[in-house]
């Protein structure tokens, strides 16, 4: 009998994972999810919300994919994970035995413990079944005459704009004094504080949720601001505040757990047999200066493509290479190659270069080592770059002159797009003159 | 559950994304313009129709024109598909299916029975429709309206009025504002104004679009024509010669350079009319694999006719000797299977290794079109080929292809099947200039590294069914056939992951297995297996 590979889990992980190991062996692959029936992407679930798209749209395989590639499917919850006789135990009652275990269980919406976050008419934006909720309580501005997010992250202003698509007002409730910018560099930052409120989104920087309130029928009414005591009027609250690894079934288990599932550099846990991948593991020790927890697209997929190496037994390490990151804020297309830290966490010996044009929608910013000049990465907004190139010239350990001379050879827009890669080097050159 | 169709008729929607009072004038002006035609059509008798026609067409447009500023001029620039999928007349919903009726039942009477819409029969004078477009038709060039030039005339004001609403759609990007000028100015140049000024300065030619190429142009060598164009002298000839040029000199050429989008979304009327009026359709086209299958053997088997209808058809009005002409019926059988086999040889020594599987498929295909060809030639009379009227051949190509499949199905069916339906799965211009695509074209469409995260956007808005999202998650470029290259997949990507290069042919199709981003070591090991 071929051995019996279970998945928790069918997210991006879980699903590359289970892809992978069918393509190196012909072991038994069994996926296991509570959520849906089939694989969908989260990231799309806001476009389902605007119209954009339905939902099966959201599924990036066909429904035979996964018989023909057999891979099967089984939809449960599971309550607990028996380790010494290796079974998994079901909410409905059922039980599955595996050989190896991966836990690719995502993440949870983050809850700080404010008065009524649990109400009716509370949620956060992760699961499928978030986005039902937000169907029944927001479907149009009659019903959600006014909806507050809390929480200035990238699921927040996904909320934002999903909510003003079907024209209902909505206050962003940002704990920070500008947008993201424990993150993005100041002139960022404020560029998409001025963008959100373009939008007509009642942005509130620096401010905190206090409570949240319920009418007589234990439905949210309004929520107080922490710092003001102002009353705002509400059917909707989105709690964006981040998300943590989604590992509560875990708690009972011997596998070790922190904030989210420990694993060494080859995603194994304490236990013979069991890994964890994707947004749920967390790193001993974060590898070449990442987070411990990566709650990223991307580095769920790297993580599945890399244990699927290891489970076939061509046992590797978790060694992804240049970091890359990318969004969308509202209108506005941002995408990051490297390091570019903000002002709030920068390292000293890092340097910016910014740039910005007169529309105020675009606008890039480049890091460097102050002594070296070595490029340490950049963020772009509203310019499109290519991955590739800025994956060989960090590689390749080029200098911040070099990059800027030879910016048009990485722009990614589309045919006939306005250049500003000339602007952007004059900019540079006065800059330094100035310095 | 939020991916609901609203199926609901009622013009209260209980949806938040109701139409503003700015557009519910600008419709009831366009309606007011319809409401003239169809008055037209009852055989009202208007006092003047020069003027009741202008009002018409004017208020069609202006409807257009209102409701796309107030729609898009109104908000910041960006991608605009709030509620494609809620709104019942682009989502199957029950306005879709009444649309598709509405349609297919304007395209039957067009093709079958003119005379409803007040074609005057054998020179009687025009009556209802028809007559309301004599006018203009008089004032472009001298004659009376026909039923084509009625629809002529609305296929235009259509590309031009909806190609100024895609035009504000997408205000913040270039390539759709630049693509969208090309198909307006082709479709009111080419195919509307310079036919009728050609037959103004001769009204014998027969009637040509210059941009219509062989094998679209099914018709420009039939006899009629072909002995229209050659009985014209130098105009004529040129003309003649300059649709063959088309086909094979300039046509290859360009796709070469461009891919098929320099024809299918820059220029063609069909494709014009797709992209413009129905830019609302086409999240409607299926994405899956059976779809494509069909696609795959529909569109060459479509194609197959086509060749082999125009060559009997040739074949037949041919003489046996070079008396009557020096191209003779040997000659001309000799050298279609002569080019065939070149095509078909050169494809097989350099593309080989890209077509795996399919070539086995392709080379049944050459082989049945030659041995069809063969069997034509030694059972072939002055009156028959394949033991039929070759006329009734071309009579069976006319009808089923040209008029049903391109017409009735191709354009009446957009709220039903998608806007590029007739493109997709029956243009045999489109298979030509696909196959070239394919295999013979610096054109791509560029996947950015691993930037994908298979959110479905591409794929969805893909009018030819094309799921772009499947080579995109692999960071693989997209090199299909079919890909006419409008470049909305690349427009409403929010990740900036596809880009239309067109590159060098080294490394354009780019299979990959382990994404750009992650460990060096393991993509090395893995891509390069």
């Keep these: 009998m071929e051995e019996h590979i279970v998945i928790i889990g069918n997210g991006i992980s879980g699903v590359t994972a289970a892809r992978h190991i069918r393509k190196l062996s012909d072991k038994r692959i069994t996926i296991v999810s509570a959520e849906t029936e089939y694989f969908f992407s989260r990231t799309a679930l806001m476009y389902i919300y605007m119209g954009h798209m339905k939902f099966e749209h959201t599924q990036p395989y066909e429904n035979w994919f996964w018989e023909k590639n057999r891979i099967e499917l089984k939809k449960g919850y599971v309550n607990n994970i028996d380790t010494t006789a290796k079974t998994l135990h079901f909410a409905e009652g059922d039980a599955l035995n595996y050989d190896k275990l991966i836990i690719a269980t995502g993440s949870k919406p983050n809850k700080f413990g404010w008065p009524g976050q649990d109400l009716e008419g509370v949620m956060g934006m992760y699961h499928k079944q978030d986005l039902e909720n937000l169907e029944k309580h927001a479907p149009n501005n009659d019903v959600c005459k006014r909806a507050v997010i809390v929480g200035g992250g990238l699921i927040g202003i996904e909320l934002a704009e999903m909510l003003n698509s079907r024209n209902i007002p909505v206050t962003f409730l940002v704990r920070e004094d500008s947008f993201w910018n424990g993150v993005l560099p100041s002139g960022e930052s404020q560029m998409i504080n001025r963008h959100i409120k373009n939008h007509h989104i009642d942005l509130r920087l620096a401010t905190n949720l206090k409570e949240i309130k319920a009418d007589e029928n234990g439905k949210v009414k309004s929520i107080i601001i922490e710092e003001t005591g102002e009353e705002i009027e509400c059917n909707v609250v989105g709690l964006t505040a981040g998300v943590t690894p989604n590992i509560n079934f875990l708690k009972d288990s011997t596998i070790e757990v922190g904030r989210g599932v420990k694993v060494n550099p080859y995603l194994e846990t304490n236990i013979k047999d069991i890994y964890a991948i994707g947004d749920c593991a967390e790193q001993h020790e974060g590898i070449n200066g990442r987070r411990s927890i990566e709650a990223v697209w991307y580095t769920g997929r790297m993580m599945g493509e890399t244990l699927a190496q290891t489970i076939c037994g061509n046992k590797i390490q978790y060694n992804p290479g240049h970091w890359f990151n990318s969004a969308k804020f509202l209108d506005i297309e941002y995408q990051t190659y490297g390091w570019v830290y903000s002002e709030r966490s920068c390292p000293d010996y890092e340097k910016h270069f910014h740039w910005k044009h007169e529309d105020d929608t675009k606008c890039i910013t480049v890091a460097y080592h102050k002594t070296t000049k070595a490029f340490l990465g950049i963020n772009t907004f509203g310019i499109r770059m290519r991955h590739e190139t800025f994956d060989t010239w960090l590689t390749e350990k080029r200098d911040v002159d070099y990059v800027i001379n030879h910016l048009p050879e990485a722009n990614f827009d589309p045919e006939f797009y306005s250049h500003y890669e000339a602007d952007i080097l004059s900019t540079y050159n006065k800059q330094l003159q100035i310095a | ?529």
């Design chain 2, 1 to 529: 559950m939020s991916n609901k169709i609203n199926n609901s008729m009622s013009l209260a929607k209980p949806d938040a994304l109701d139409i503003s009072t700015k557009q519910k004038v600008a419709l009831a002006i366009g309606f007011i313009g319809l409401f003239i035609m169809a008055l037209a059509l009852l055989n009202t008798n208007f006092p003047n129709e020069g003027l009741f026609l202008t009002l018409s067409l004017g208020m069609i447009s202006l409807g257009v024109i209102i409701y796309s500023r107030e729609a898009y001029l109104t908000k910041l620039e960006g991608i605009k598909n709030d509620g494609v999928w809620f709104k019942s007349i682009s989502s199957h919903g029950a306005w879709g299916y009444v649309l598709g009726v509405v349609l297919t039942t304007f395209y039957i009477v067009l093709y079958f029975f003119p005379q409803y819409l007040g074609l005057g029969k054998d020179g009687a004078e025009n009556t209802g429709l028809v007559h309301l477009f004599d006018p203009l038709s008089k004032l472009l060039s001298g004659r009376p309206a026909s039923q084509w030039f009625v629809y002529g005339t609305l296929y235009t004001i259509a590309i031009l009025a909806f190609g100024y609403k895609f035009i504000l759609k997408y205000r913040h990007n270039r390539y759709q504002q630049i693509r969208t000028g090309s198909v307006m100015f082709f479709q009111l140049g080419f195919a509307f104004l310079i036919p009728e000024f050609m037959y103004v300065m001769n009204n014998d030619l027969p009637y040509y679009d210059l941009k219509s190429v062989w094998p679209l142009n099914y018709y420009i060598f039939d006899e009629w024509s072909v002995n229209g164009f050659l009985s014209n002298g130098n105009i004529g000839l040129a003309l003649i010669v300059f649709g063959i040029l088309s086909t094979f000199i300039i046509t290859p050429i360009l796709t070469y350079k461009y891919g098929k989008r320099w024809y299918c979304s820059w220029v063609c009327g069909c494709g014009g009319l797709a992209e413009t009026a129905g830019d609302s359709f086409r999240q409607l086209s299926s994405k899956k694999m059976s779809a494509w299958k069909l696609e795959r053997w529909l569109i060459h088997t479509v194609l197959v006719f086509s060749v082999v209808m125009t060559v009997a058809m040739v074949y037949t009005y041919l003489g046996y000797d070079k008396n009557d002409f020096w191209l003779t019926r040997g000659l001309f059988i000799s050298l279609v299977i002569g080019f065939l086999t070149l095509v078909f040889a050169g494809v097989m020594f350099f593309k080989s290794k890209e077509l795996g599987k399919d070539a086995k498929y392709g080379a049944i295909g050459f082989f049945s079109v030659i041995a069809l060809l063969l069997i034509m030639h030694f059972t072939g009379t002055t009156e028959h080929v394949f033991f039929i009227k070759g006329s009734a051949l071309r009579s069976a190509y006319g009808l089923y292809i040209g008029s049903i499949f391109s017409g009735v199905i191709g354009t009446g069916f957009y709220p039903i099947l998608g806007n590029r339906s007739w493109c997709r799965f029956g243009c045999p211009m489109a298979a030509i200039l696909g196959f070239q695509q394919r295999l013979f074209s610096k054109f791509r469409i560029t996947t950015n590294g691993g930037q994908c995260i298979s959110c479905g956007n591409c794929s969805n808005s893909c009018e030819m069914g094309i799921d772009v999202r499947h080579y995109a998650q692999k960071g693989e470029n997209i090199v299909r056939s079919s890909c006419v290259g409008c470049g909305i997949c690349s427009a409403v990507c929010p990740r900036g992951v596809l880009k239309l290069e067109n590159d060098s042919m080294d490394g354009r199709i780019n299979p990959t297995e382990i994404l750009l981003g992650n460990d060096v070591d393991l993509m090395d090991l893995v891509n390069k297996k």
